[in-house]
């Protein structure tokens, strides 16, 4: 059964995904225009530099440096698609960066920006349906959302695993399948997700995901 929830705010399914540098699918098709090849490099280009932009935002300590960054990050991302507006790469950047904004801006969410966000989510991963961010995102929104929203334990499991399955190294998928165990009453699946989360945090050097990993780790029940 699923437990009361601690806060309802359908933009903390970001807090738990996992952001990182996309990797970029895109390559570049011989028999396009060489202005075609070259703008579709210059949007890979800014996407990387977007998606640094995304992970130094979500280890900076300060607000003020958080909002910067993810300010830049979405700016970058939108530059990118203005060259190439099928990277999903960069559609994800700006689904992230303008989340994470509106949870450090304490904006109250509507039915519009949760159809806005879920919109671009959805294009991310019709773009690409493997895009390992995008469904982890997409299992972070089935957990986070309440039922009467489109809230789903099972199916937010289902695309959690997919998304560790096409990034094995993700950190923020496991640690919100380990959430989804939780509230889906299964803590003894739990610990090995957190544990190999945790690992991962440390060899990456991501230290700001073991602060997220032990309070997860400390809701699990005695046994």
């Known amino acids: 059964m699923r437990q009361p929830r601690r806060r309802i ?44 932009l995304l992970e130094k935002a979500e280890a900076a300590d300060a607000k003020g440096d958080k909002v910067a960054a993810y300010e830049k990050a979405c700016a970058t991302a939108k530059e990118a698609l203005a060259l190439d507006e099928n990277n999903a790469d960069a559609h994800f950047v700006v689904f992230a960066a303008e989340g994470r904004l509106e949870l450090l ?20 991963l019709e773009l690409d349906p493997a895009h390992a961010d995008g469904l982890a995102a997409k299992g972070g929104l089935y957990r986070q959302l309440p039922w009467a929203l489109g809230g789903d334990l099972d199916k937010a499991e289902t695309f959690l695993k997919r998304a560790i399955e096409e990034n094995p190294d993700a950190i923020g998928a496991r640690l919100e399948l380990a959430a989804t165990y939780l509230e889906k009453g299964q803590p003894e699946k739990c610990t090995r997700l957190i544990d190999e989360a945790v690992a991962i945090a440390e060899k990456q050097g991501k230290t700001h995901r073991l602060e997220e990993a032990a309070k997860l780790r400390a809701e699990i029940p005695a046994h």
Not at 28 to 39: F, L
């Open 105 to 124: 801006a304490g904006t109250v969410p509507n039915p519009m920006n949760l159809y806005k966000a879920q919109g671009r989510l959805d294009h991310v």
């Open 9 to 52: 705010c359908v933009f903390l399914a970001f807090a738990l995904v996992a952001i990182a540098a996309p990797s970029l699918h895109a390559a570049d098709n011989p028999a396009s225009p060489a202005g075609e090849r070259s703008s579709r490099s210059r949007a890979d280009d800014l996407t990387a530099d977007a998606a640094l």
